[in-house]
């Protein structure tokens, strides 16, 4: 059997996604994350799952307008690591920055609407997780894990939404990562309606 293109992709992503991780763990051991550590890992999680999950939706739309099929072949990948560092975020805000006050953290989630959001997107993240597995592509059939998956443009959009509220005043980094997301959608849009007109035409064709 021949051997796949590009081997060392995905442990290359692996090794990158996993690197600012490694980063984070190694400032908390010397203690070089500044005066406020818990909001610096708190921030950067954060980031780092908007990013990754954006990233996840860049990979059709490059197949799409430049032909590329290699981001095809890291995009679960990509989605696993922004899950994992959407849950390590969540983590780290219930463990470390509120002491598992399960109280304080309900209120929070029902009351301050970028914590609501951002709480939802993780929930939604879980299914796509769980699925991600060829064994749960075949169990739940194809079609059926394609809408499933689908959710994952209700999570990026939340995540901004997230940081946009998060941030209140200087909106200028989520406005990017918002147009960048309106972007995607819009590529993924027009190639829809594209392959719906391809069929519309094949199916007059052949009547």
């Not at 203690?31 to 990013?51: F, H, K, S, Y």
Request: proline share 6%; hydrophobic share 55%; net charge positive.
């Amino acid at each position: 059997m021949a051997s796949p293109p590009y081997p060392w992709l995905k442990p290359a992503v692996l090794v990158g996604g996993l690197s600012p991780l490694a980063l984070l763990a190694l400032g908390l051991l010397q203690d070089t994350l500044g005066a406020n550590p818990i909001e610096r890992v708190l921030n950067q999680t954060g980031m780092l799952a908007l990013i990754l999950l954006v990233a996840t939706l860049t990979c059709t739309p490059l197949k799409v307008v430049a032909g590329w099929t290699w981001p095809m072949r890291v995009r679960r990948l990509l989605g696993l690591l922004g899950f994992t560092y959407a849950v390590l975020h969540f983590l780290t805000y219930v463990v470390v920055d509120q002491g598992m006050d399960f109280a304080i953290i309900l209120e929070d989630i029902a009351q301050r609407p970028f914590i609501t959001v951002g709480f939802l997107a993780l929930v939604l993240l879980v299914p796509l997780a769980v699925t991600s597995t060829n064994r749960m592509v075949r169990r739940l059939g194809f079609p059926v894990w394609q809408r499933l998956h689908r959710l994952i443009y209700v999570v990026a959009t939340l995540g901004v939404m997230h940081f946009m509220w998060r941030v209140k005043k200087d909106l200028t980094e989520p406005l990017v990562y918002a147009a960048v997301l309106a972007l995607l959608f819009a590529i993924r849009i027009v190639e829809a309606i594209r392959k719906r007109r391809a069929r519309a035409r094949l199916a007059v064709s052949a009547a």
